[in-house]
């Protein structure tokens, strides 16, 4: 395998070095200047770049743009770049050239092609060799995946086709070359089953059957293919004779809905899935919105809003996916409370303000570079140690405040991709804290976070409520510190992020218990949930007693790794009850 983090170890001296080991949970580093996908490269002299564009404005695409790192990532500088620069591309060993694959608009045919582009320089080159695949609008490529000693090349893409059935239909599609990417094969894959309504969805979801697919290749040999659906989880399907055939997608452990992952296999062959381990909220009846919505929107063509693209996450695994250990928050959407998101950013940058999608590669002493996100106002290029991920304990009392949770409710915003006056706006709803730091009920000089339930109007829905990720776990125990005043609240455990203010959180939780009446008002109290998904049972504790035990509801196959608080309250309530801090043992 092509070792990227040899070539960067080679400028780290003695102050980077330092540095570097003092990376160990995730460091934001840069803004990188596009969407995150397929801009990371390294160059023989082991500067890292991530290509872009910047200088956006109306009518203007924006100025072709690097930034570049030569310290191994800790800092960046932004340099202009020639408009027929290769940009970010792969080294492919055996023929010691560059390579890439990418669509381009053709303005002498008035359509879109697929080109590939060969270099002996690599990132820099403006004069590379360009040849025209085909002439199809296959779109959301990632950088080709190298396999070394097969002498191969595959690129992963789709195609959106209208079919007699399906006005969107998508077909993930992988480009092979067996000539170090002179010439490639298009082979088309098996769609993904369609997304189907049912309670408590009151409209159809964006149908993505099979979207913006990406691949690695496992150390046992095989390769790993996973797909970005509509459905409530992630689809994957593995190749056994490296990508002439392939089994038939099928649902994966690792919920995902419409965003996009990235899995990177290290040179000792564990391997990192980045993914968004979230859950939206249901989908609300598309007829009864307004401004009203497109009747393609009302049946499943694009989206109308996005309410589970505000974290994302890494989990490891050493055995080719039989377990997998992580499943980490790396970034939280540095904006996911704002009350203007709609209009927050760069309108001619990017309208989608994300943590979504990824790129990654490994550098030097255990550490691994990832871009993720869309949009500058929310996009990241972040280091962490691999070690971060092998951690087992985690402990909140918000001395930082509240930028380790989510806490997100949502106003009642604007559906569908309308940007009204000029200013981004696609697919997202306006946002606002539902849960809020007050002063100690108690009188101590701290503060305390206090869930309630609003009738304010202007509210999706009145509950307020916190999601806090801890390191995933088939057996363990978390501590909460509760004042009850008033309502008391729901604690849920689970394998995935979701939405604080969820009123069908049940619908995926793992485990559920009310604290409520067995819990004394008017004074601080440690209530234990431990848990064991061999005997498939919680235990909600006070003082070493049982107070609430809990059937498991839902697989978890990886463990449980969030906690999701909400106000068991649906009338009026500003006294509620208070957190003050959380303990995974």
Same mark, same amino acid.
């Given at each position: 395998?092509?070792?990227?983090?040899?070539?960067?170890?080679?400028?780290?001296?003695?102050?980077?070095?330092?540095?570097?080991?003092?990376?160990?949970?995730?460091?934001?580093?840069?803004?990188?200047?596009?969407?995150?996908?397929?801009?990371?490269?390294?160059?023989?002299?082991?500067?890292?770049?991530?290509?872009?564009?910047?200088?956006? $404005? +109306?009518? &203007?695409?924006?100025?072709?743009?690097? @930034?570049?790192?030569?310290? /191994?990532?800790?800092?960046? #500088? %932004?340099?202009?770049?020639?408009?027929?620069?290769?940009?970010?591309?792969?080294?492919?060993?055996?023929?010691?050239?560059?390579?890439?694959?990418?669509?381009?608009?053709?303005?002498?045919?008035?359509?879109?092609?697929?080109?590939?582009?060969?270099?002996?320089?690599?990132?820099?080159?403006?004069?590379?060799?360009?040849?025209?695949?085909?002439?199809?609008?296959?779109?959301?490529?990632?950088?080709?995946?190298?396999?070394?000693?097969?002498?191969?090349?595959?690129?992963?893409?789709?195609?959106?086709?209208?079919?007699?059935? $399906? +006005?969107? &239909?998508?077909?993930?599609?992988?480009? @092979?070359?067996?000539?170090? /990417?002179?010439?490639?094969? #298009? %082979?088309?894959?098996?769609?993904?089953?369609?997304?189907?309504?049912?309670?408590?969805?009151?409209?159809?979801?964006?149908?993505?059957?099979?979207?913006?697919?990406?691949?690695?290749?496992?150390?046992?040999?095989?390769?790993?293919?996973?797909?970005?659906?509509?459905?409530?989880?992630?689809?994957?399907?593995?190749?056994?004779?490296?990508?002439?055939?392939?089994?038939?997608?099928?649902?994966?452990?690792?919920?995902?809905?419409?965003?996009?992952?990235?899995?990177?296999?290290?040179?000792?062959?564990?391997?990192?899935?980045?993914?968004?381990?979230?859950?939206?909220?249901?989908?609300?009846?598309?007829?009864?919105?307004?401004?009203?919505?497109?009747?393609?929107?009302?049946?499943?063509?694009?989206?109308?809003?996005?309410?589970?693209?505000?974290?994302?996450?890494?989990?490891?695994?050493?055995?080719?996916?039989?377990?997998?250990?992580?499943?980490?928050?790396?970034?939280?959407?540095?904006?996911?409370?704002?009350?203007?998101?709609?209009?927050?950013?760069?309108?001619?940058?990017?309208?989608?303000?994300?943590?979504?999608?990824?790129?990654?590669?490994?550098?030097?002493?255990?550490?691994?570079?990832?871009?993720?996100?869309?949009?500058?106002?929310?996009?990241?290029?972040?280091?962490?140690?691999?070690?971060?991920?092998?951690?087992?304990?985690?402990?909140?009392?918000?001395?930082?405040?509240?930028?380790?949770?989510?806490?997100?409710?949502?106003?009642?915003?604007?559906?569908?991709?309308?940007?009204?006056?000029?200013?981004?706006?696609?697919?997202?709803?306006?946002?606002?804290?539902?849960?809020?730091?007050?002063?100690?009920?108690?009188?101590?000089?701290?503060?305390?976070?206090?869930?309630?339930?609003?009738?304010?109007?202007?509210?999706?829905?009145?509950?307020?409520?916190?999601?806090?990720?801890?390191?995933?776990?088939?057996?363990?125990?978390?501590?909460?510190?509760?004042?009850?005043?008033?309502?008391?609240?729901?604690?849920?455990?689970?394998?995935?992020?979701?939405?604080?203010?969820?009123?069908?959180?049940?619908?995926?939780?793992?485990?559920?218990?009310?604290?409520?009446?067995?819990?004394?008002?008017?004074?601080?109290?440690?209530?234990?949930?431990?848990?064991?998904?061999?005997?498939?049972?919680?235990?909600?504790?006070?003082?070493?007693?049982?107070?609430?035990?809990?059937?498991?509801?839902?697989?978890?196959?990886?463990?449980?790794?969030?906690?999701?608080?909400?106000?068991?309250?649906?009338?009026?309530?500003?006294?509620?009850?208070?957190?003050?801090?959380?303990?995974?043992?």
């Amino acid at each position: 395998m092509y070792n990227t983090a040899s070539l960067i170890s080679q400028r780290l001296g003695e102050n980077e070095i330092k540095e570097y080991d003092r990376i160990f949970a995730p460091r934001i580093v840069a803004t990188p200047l596009e969407d995150a996908r397929r801009s990371i490269c390294v160059l023989p002299d082991g500067e890292i770049r991530v290509y872009g564009l910047c200088n956006h $404005y +109306a009518f &203007h695409q924006g100025t072709p743009a690097y @930034i570049a790192s030569r310290d /191994g990532g800790l800092s960046w #500088i %932004k340099h202009y770049a020639n408009e027929k620069d290769i940009g970010a591309c792969v080294y492919v060993p055996w023929t010691k050239k560059y390579v890439t694959v990418r669509p381009f608009f053709n303005p002498e045919t008035g359509k879109n092609e697929i080109r590939r582009y060969l270099s002996d320089i690599g990132p820099g080159d403006t004069s590379p060799d360009v040849a025209t695949i085909c002439q199809r609008d296959y779109i959301d490529f990632f950088q080709p995946v190298v396999l070394e000693d097969k002498k191969r090349l595959i690129a992963c893409s789709h195609i959106c086709e209208s079919t007699k059935e $399906y +006005a969107h &239909h998508y077909v993930p599609t992988l480009f @092979i070359s067996d000539d170090g /990417g002179n010439t490639w094969q #298009i %082979k088309p894959l098996q769609s993904c089953p369609r997304f189907v309504q049912t309670p408590p969805h009151q409209g159809m979801r964006w149908e993505n059957n099979g979207s913006e697919p990406t691949l690695t290749r496992l150390k046992d040999g095989r390769l790993w293919l996973l797909l970005r659906t509509a459905q409530n989880y992630m689809y994957e399907c593995f190749s056994y004779d490296n990508g002439d055939t392939w089994t038939n997608p099928t649902p994966s452990a690792f919920h995902m809905t419409l965003t996009t992952p990235f899995a990177l296999t290290l040179q000792d062959g564990r391997t990192v899935l980045f993914w968004n381990n979230t859950h939206p909220l249901p989908e609300q009846d598309k007829t009864k919105c307004q401004p009203p919505l497109p009747l393609s929107m009302q049946n499943g063509t694009w989206e109308d809003v996005f309410t589970n693209r505000d974290a994302a996450h890494a989990a490891i695994t050493e055995d080719c996916g039989k377990t997998f250990i992580g499943y980490r928050e790396t970034l939280l959407n540095g904006i996911r409370n704002r009350v203007d998101f709609r209009k927050y950013g760069t309108f001619f940058e990017g309208n989608d303000k994300s943590v979504h999608q990824f790129q990654a590669i490994e550098l030097p002493r255990n550490k691994i570079l990832v871009a993720a996100g869309q949009q500058s106002a929310s996009r990241r290029l972040f280091i962490f140690d691999l070690q971060w991920l092998y951690e087992t304990t985690r402990e909140e009392t918000f001395h930082e405040g509240m930028e380790n949770v989510s806490v997100q409710g949502y106003l009642k915003s604007i559906s569908g991709t309308y940007t009204g006056d000029g200013i981004s706006g696609h697919c997202h709803w306006n946002r606002i804290a539902s849960v809020l730091p007050m002063p100690d009920p108690a009188g101590s000089p701290n503060e305390a976070l206090q869930f309630v339930y609003s009738d304010d109007p202007r509210l999706h829905n009145g509950l307020s409520g916190l999601t806090w990720n801890f390191p995933i776990d088939k057996k363990g125990r978390l501590e909460l510190s509760l004042y009850r005043k008033s309502a008391g609240v729901r604690i849920r455990l689970s394998d995935v992020w979701i939405n604080p203010t969820d009123e069908y959180a049940d619908e995926v939780a793992t485990f559920a218990v009310d604290v409520e009446k067995v819990l004394p008002t008017n004074e601080w109290q440690t209530v234990a949930l431990e848990w064991d998904l061999q005997k498939g049972e919680l235990q909600c504790l006070l003082d070493n007693k049982i107070i609430a035990v809990s059937k498991q509801m839902h697989d978890a196959p990886h463990g449980v790794c969030y906690v999701h608080l909400q106000t068991l309250a649906r009338t009026r309530d500003f006294d509620g009850c208070y957190l003050r801090s959380l303990k995974k043992l």
